[in-house]
């Protein structure tokens, strides 16, 4: 059973060693950051691209999680640079000091080792939106005109939802009565009112889709959202120490107009041009800098999923086992202690996903580490249970019988109770792996990569493509390892102890 299983387990790690990172150069690291809508990204690539000119060995870690997962990354160093704007500095960052202006902000984030780029050049505030038709009929034209519309579905991004900032200060601020109020992913806002699901919902104001979609955006008369100046933020000790890449990213300032920004999110969301392409093409014209793009084709970028993907189940897999079914034979011996380790597994299964993502990251930052940790986690209670089970499953006369040979309890563990409960631990080391497998495509919102990746980028570009891209080797990963564990189960386990009466 042990080599069969290290078999299984060296095929899941294959990749574990070679997480990708795409990287050119072979100067200086730049670890650079974006959030998961176009415009973040398109400004991630231009300042990638920009380093790599520079010799810099710079590397995207794309779409990652909201603001305060970006923030708390690059203040941990594990960031070095990323576009942000100067509102949500202000209003959610450093809500609670009331910064009056920009040199006031500058200051604060000196105190925190941070240094802030002067303004792009454009400004993308928060506004609302709804159908230009919708809203003709009903005389909206104003924010504080949905106060006459209380039946209105109100439809906003997840961030915008708890910013300090975003809905519940609007809603104070207009006095708005509206309780048909949901939260949801910004991009699918945009489908949702086109289908009528929703009626209102928030919009960027260098967005592509709201000249694509037809919308009118409100007028915002009672001046609630502050300006939100596009800028660079990026750690002090990264400037000093690489100074002529920090040079060569600060070209950025003032070349980005909002008729710039809007054109470069249209042709990266409505005409699906890679984000990398359209930055290169814009650094080309707009300051002379020929970056070079290289066009990953899909067989290559599957793979170099597979390999993120197979290393972030394998690691966290091959870690639960080695906890897991040790847990599982104190349990079966003890049962009062047993109880307690089920119970606490059983309670980790039930935090959602994403929460525990989120919880990981202030340990264990961005990247591979704590989606590894999570799965690790979630992959406990299968395993432990059904080592218990199987062991305390055993009956009682094969024990006596092992006692009255004269082994002692470590032989009787590995050569009698181990084989005989093997069905029911491979069973729940098969479930484990499974579920691992799904619940990996969330890692990308940390900067793990796998398949979520394509996942992500194709719900934000509405790319039905991207997403089964990511979708189907997913489900054919799940099928492999669910297929390669009933194979296991068949070589090492007699026919009369399965538990599922294969042939």
Known sequence: MRAALCGVLGLLLLGACTEASVTE??????????KKFTESVLLGEMVTQLARGAGANAVHRRELGGTTVLWEALRRGELDIYPEYTGTLRQELFSRRHLADDAALAKALAEEGLRMSRPLGFNNTYALGMKEAEAE???IRRISDLRQHPELKLGFSNEFMD???GWPALRARYQLPQRDVRGLDHDLA??????GAIDV??????????AAYTLRVLEDDLHHFPAYDAVLVYRADWAEREPRVADAVLRLEGHLSEQDMVALNARARLERVPESRVSADFLASRLGVAAKVRDEGAVSRVWRRTREHLSLVGVSLAAAIALAVPLGVLASRRPRLGQGVLGFTSIVQTVPSLALLVFMIPLLGIGSRPAIAALFLYSLLPIVR???AGLSGIPGELRESAEALGLPPRARLWRIELPLAAPSILAGIQTAAVINVGTATLGALVGAGGYGQPILTGIRLDDVGLILEGAVPAAVLALLVSGLFELVERGVVPRGLRLRGDP
Do not use: Q
């Not at 150069?25 to 974006?34: D, M």
């Open 190 to 195: 945009y489908r949702g009112m086109d289908s």
């Open 25 to 34: 150069g072979g100067g200086p690291p730049v670890r650079v950051g974006s």
């Open 137 to 139: 009929k009903s005389g």
């Open 201 to 210: 919902t928030d919009l960027y104001s260098t967005d592509a889709e709201i």
């Open 163 to 165: 910013r300090a900032d």
């Open 386 to 388: 059904n080592t218990t």
